[in-house]
């Protein structure tokens, strides 16, 4: 059981709800001790801006097809309320030196990806993950005779920590300024 234990609308899952799946090819990458949210105040898992100090930066992931994967698993307590793990993984396929330390260094993150369902106000479209415990490597593994050498990389909630909801969702307003605020946080923030 959780903290919020009241059904707040009822549940549709049906043809008209009923999405493909998936996330867009390019996603969001930050320091988790870096990145400072605002939350909506009657939805306390919308986060309605993100920003970052002065000389920080965020990053993107940009793959093919279905590389970018994320998602959650509900960590169901005895004696506490029950919370989510967040996972998000990837490939990647850059091995020059400044990469592969690159790679090594993933600690601590936050990820925001775009789902390919999208909706016509935005809302649910730019997922959150890791936004209070960062993520953290829970599998690294390259063999260059599997999967063509790539590196598979697995983030996920630290042991033992977890996060109140299975994603936070990111709108700022609507579609275009939500995709706009993150795009903005690719530059070293003046």
């Known amino acids: ?7 707040t609308k009822s549940i549709v899952s049906d043809c008209t709800t009923q999405g493909s ?4 090819v390019k996603g969001w990458i930050f320091k988790q001790n870096e990145l400072i949210a605002v939350y909506d105040s009657t939805n306390p898992s919308k986060i309605t801006s993100l920003s970052l100090p002065i000389g920080s930066q965020g990053y993107t992931f940009t793959g093919v097809k279905k590389m ?5 698993d509900i960590v169901i307590e005895d004696a506490r309320a029950d919370g989510y793990t967040h996972y998000v993984g990837f490939t990647g396929f850059s091995f020059k030196s400044e990469d592969v330390e ?13 789902s390919k369902d999208k909706t016509d106000d935005g809302d649910g479209v ?10 953290v490597k829970s599998s690294d593994t390259m063999r260059a005779n599997d999967n063509y ?11 033992g ?4 909801y299975s994603n936070y969702t990111f709108l700022d307003t609507d579609y275009a300024t939500s995709l706009a605020a993150l795009e903005a ?4 923030q003046a």
Request: include cysteine; aromatic fraction near 6%; charge should be negative.
């Open 1 to 7: 059981m959780g903290c919020l234990d009241d059904i």
């Open 21 to 24: 799946g998936g996330n867009e």
């Open 68 to 72: 970018l994967n994320s998602g959650h």
């Open 102 to 114: 690159n790679f090594d260094a993933l600690n601590n993150l936050v990820f925001v990806v775009e």
């Open 126 to 135: 730019f997922r959150v993950y890791g936004i209070k415990q960062g993520l």
């Open 149 to 159: 050498g790539s590196r598979i990389i697995e983030m996920a909630t630290p042991d």
């Open 161 to 164: 920590q977890i996060e109140s």
């Open 185 to 188: 946080l690719e530059a070293v």
